[in-house]
C-alpha cells in the first residue's frame, strides 16, 4: 500500500493538499481519491503507480476531499469497477455508471467485495461513511478515509465482519477538534480491541498524531504521501 494524496507529505517531490487516498497494488485498488485530479496524477507518477492498472475504486464517503480526483483517474481509464456508497447523489452515480466500466453500490450492510476485502458498510447517519477492511490470517487490517463514526467504532465493527482482531488501522481517525482525553481514550480502546499497530494521518491531527505515537512506539507508522507499508 502506498499513500499518494495526503495533507501529510513524506516525499519533497509529491505536492500536500488536504485529503486522502492511497493505492493498494496487490489488488488493483485506489482507495479515495483526494480533493484534487492533477495532484493525485502527479503523486502518483512520482510514485511509480500507472494510473492504466487501477481495477477497482473504493469511495468511502461523499466529502470533496475523497472524491475529488475521481474524474481525473476515470478520463484515462474508465475500465474500473467502482465501490460507491449509495449516500452519493444520485445524479452523480447516474454519471459516474456512464463514466466507469462497473459501478458497485455499498448500503448499511457489510459486505465481501472480492477476494480477502469486506467494506465495513455505511456507519453513522450526518456522514454515513465506509470503511475497507483486509482480512488476513497474519495482520488484518482497516482504512478509514475520515473515521467519523469514531475509530474505536468503526474498528468494533469491522472486527464483527471478519470475526477476528483487527490488527492494524490505517487512514483519517477524526480526532483533530479532539481534546487529550478523547485521544487517550480512543488509544485504550484500540488497544482493548486487540489493535498492534497505527498509521493515523489526514484529518486525525497532529495532536492526535503524537499521542499515538508515543502509545505505540515502534508499532507506529508515520504517515504522508510517499508512505509504503
Known sequence: MKIVFDNYNSNDKCQSLWGFSAYFEEYKLLFDTGSNGRVLLKNMAELDVDVKEIKYIFISHSHWD??????????????VTLFLP????????KDLKSLAKNVVMCTKEPKKLFDNLYTT??????????????????????????????IENITKVATKVISKDIKFVIGGFHLLKSDED????????????????VLPTHCSGDKAIEIYKNSFQT???????????
Do not use: R, W
Request: a negative charge.
Open 66 to 79: 475523497h472524491i475529488g480526483g475521481l474524474d481525473s483517474i476515470l478520463e484515462l481509464n474508465p475500465n
Open 182 to 197: 478523547k485521544i487517550i481514550s480512543s488509544v485504550e480502546s484500540l488497544k482493548k480491541l486487540g489493535v498492534t499497530k
Open 121 to 150: 458498510g455505511l456507519l453513522g447517519c450526518d456522514m454515513p461513511e465506509q470503511s475497507l477492511i483486509i482480512d488476513s490470517d497474519t495482520e488484518s487490517k482497516l482504512m478509514t478515509g475520515c473515521g467519523h463514526f469514531g
Open 86 to 93: 449509495i449516500s452519493l447523489s444520485k445524479y452523480l452515480i
Open 219 to 229: 508499532n507506529y507508522i508515520a504517515g504522508g504521501i510517499g508512505t509504503k507499508i
